[in-house]
């Protein structure tokens, strides 16, 4: 399995209500899943959480079958470096040029040497540009990051992600500054790079249709705790509708939602 959480959450200092409380699931190499949910439900903090960037406070995460916050900090370095985290506004110093940014998704497995080089003169430029190609940015190779759009700069961010090699793939509302054409066209890619891979995809979306037509696996969030856990044909119009609004969610028979933290973690084998 390659995340695991038991009963974990997240308490911030002078906070009214956890960040995440009681959280329970499991998610199998390969698998594809959308969070979804109101903002503030703690979609952002869960891919921290799995991304191994945020310590809960309570409970316990398992990556790769190993549990990051017990191993030493070198260890624990070479476990993130299995997983690409790209949040929703990528750090991209402005002046930076478009190859250079996307190749930053090389350094964990480069050296400090050829890293600090590529500063000078891209180690791989091809593999900027085809990565480029993916999302129709193949012109902006050289371009300077603060003359791209708002949506260029997502995708980049998603080209970054292509020339990784992590097995965890946590995407932060890759969509938000994108037409609707582009979000299907990005989300395919990702959703293609992840299958050729067998690496997870945990994609956070606004988008709910989306998520309902292309994700087999969808998580409901709210007030920081899982509200359903399901496959996209149980989800119903009425589930949605109770997450957004507050109300109580009935899961459909047929799915393992409810009270999660009383059941086995989903995809764990006894």
Known sequence: MTFALRG???RRAGAVRP????????????????????????????????????????????AFGELPWQLPHGARHALRSRIFLAPQTPPMPPRQRVVTAVLAGCLPRWGFWKSLASLIRP???DAAFDALARFNLQDK?????????????QRCGMARLLVSDASALLVDEPLSALDPTLSRQTLAVLQQEAATRRAVLVCSLHQVELARSLFPRIIGLRD????????????????????????????????????????????ARC
């Open 123 to 125: 180690a791989a430029p």
């Open 19 to 62: 960040a995440l409380s009681e959280v329970t699931l499991g998610i199998e190499a390969g698998e594809q899943v959308a969070l979804i949910g109101p903002s503030g439900a703690g979609k952002t903090t869960l891919l921290h959480v799995l991304a191994g960037a945020i310590q809960p406070s309570d409970g316990e995460l398992s």
């Open 224 to 267: 920081g705790q899982v509200v359903f856990d399901a496959a996209r044909e149980a989800v119903t119009d009425q589930m949605i509708d109770a997450l957004y609004h507050h109300a109580a969610v009935t899961p459909a028979p047929e799915t393992a939602a409810g009270d999660l933290s009383a059941q086995p973690v989903r995809g």
């Open 8 to 10: 974990v959450g997240v």
């Open 141 to 153: 190779l050289y371009e300077r990051v603060d003359r791209l759009s708002g949506g260029e700069r």
